[in-house]
């Protein structure tokens, strides 16, 4: 009996048919690729040139880093970034003609909720509208990040800038990306009522929120990859309460992050509970009543 493995459906007695079958294959792949908005041609596309960004001139050529080189751009903050399904970046400096300096940053993401959760977890400044992005955030003069789509876009100034300078070069590269891209449905589990505005951070790993909620630096909850996390800090009258939920791949997973939870002696914890594959807690200045119903309400309870 012949192992034929082959396609059905195809006719494969001759080469020519053969080869013809994968080259019009191809093409209608890469014709359905481009169809669906996955990205630019190259990630080196999104940069604009002298003409459509005037008053500045484009210093060298792009620069890419993949996961090998990373640490090259971003020596010791690499892991950050792998955190959120990092593939690739690629930097730009412009110079106007009065010597100031933009480096432009474009990184793409495995998934616009990567993008997404890079980009609550690099807030730093006010919000800020951006051509076709979803959300932007600045520090007027010096800084301007936003996403869109898998794409995490930053622009900074060496020196302090008018902000006309940052928003058009952000809106230029914003106008080459491919829009689109939702909140992560978690982030939706967040009761609205004393949430304060703008502290939400999505994640995958225990790294990007350290510095928001220490849980220990062992990874006590067993997250990674397949695991997503929403982060945000509620108003405790006169203190500040943070609401932690996490999905897991399946029950079991969840009842596991509980009970080591439960065990690791985490400073702060008022109350934890799971429902399926969903674990909460709440930590921080909440009475157990308050930090109880809050909890309920985000795990659907």
């Known amino acids: 009996m012949t192992n034929d493995k082959r396609s059905p459906g195809v006719v494969h007695g001759g080469g020519s048919t053969w080869t013809w079958v994968v080259v019009h294959g191809a093409l209608l792949l890469t014709l359905l690729l481009a169809g ?12 604009p040139d002298a003409d459509a960004f005037p008053g500045w001139t484009p210093v060298g050529g792009v620069e890419t ?8 751009l971003v020596d010791g903050q690499a892991e950050s970034f792998f955190a959120y399904g990092f593939e690739r970046v690629a930097v730009r400096n412009y110079e106007s003609a009065e010597g100031a300096v933009l480096v432009v940053e474009v990184w793409q993401l495995a998934t616009p909720a990567d993008a997404y959760g890079l980009f609550t977890a ?33 622009v900074r100034a060496r ?13 230029a590269i914003s106008g080459a ?17 004393g949430l304060v505005e703008r502290s ?27 695991t997503d996390g929403v982060l945000a800090r509620y108003d405790a009258g006169d203190g500040v309460a943070r609401l932690l939920l996490v999905q897991y791949p399946d029950a079991e997973g969840a009842a596991a992050g509980l009970g080591a939870l439960e065990g690791g002696q985490i400073g ?6 799971a429902r399926d594959n969903l674990l909460g807690a709440v ?5 157990s009543v308050t930090a109880g119903s809050l909890l309920a309400e985000a795990l659907g309870e």
């Open 36 to 47: 669906c908005g996955g990205g630019p041609a190259a990630l080196t596309d999104a940069f």
């Open 65 to 72: 880093f993949e996961r090998e080189n990373l640490y090259d």
């Open 122 to 154: 690099s807030i730093a400044g006010q919000p800020v509208a951006v051509g076709l992005a979803n959300d932007g955030d600045a520090d007027p003069g010096r800084r301007l990040a936003f996403w869109q789509g898998r794409y995490y876009v930053r």
């Open 159 to 171: 020196q302090e800038l008018d902000d006309a300078s940052l928003r058009s070069l952000a809106e």
């Open 177 to 193: 990306l491919p829009s689109g891209g939702e909140r992560p449905a978690l982030v939706g589990r967040l009761p609205s009522q």
């Open 200 to 226: 939400v951070i999505f994640f995958h790993e225990e790294i990007s929120i350290q510095d928001e909620l220490w849980l220990g630096g062992g990874n006590l909850l067993g997250l990674g990859p397949e």
């Open 268 to 273: 702060g914890l008022v109350a934890a509970s």
């Open 283 to 287: 930590f921080g200045d909440l009475d």
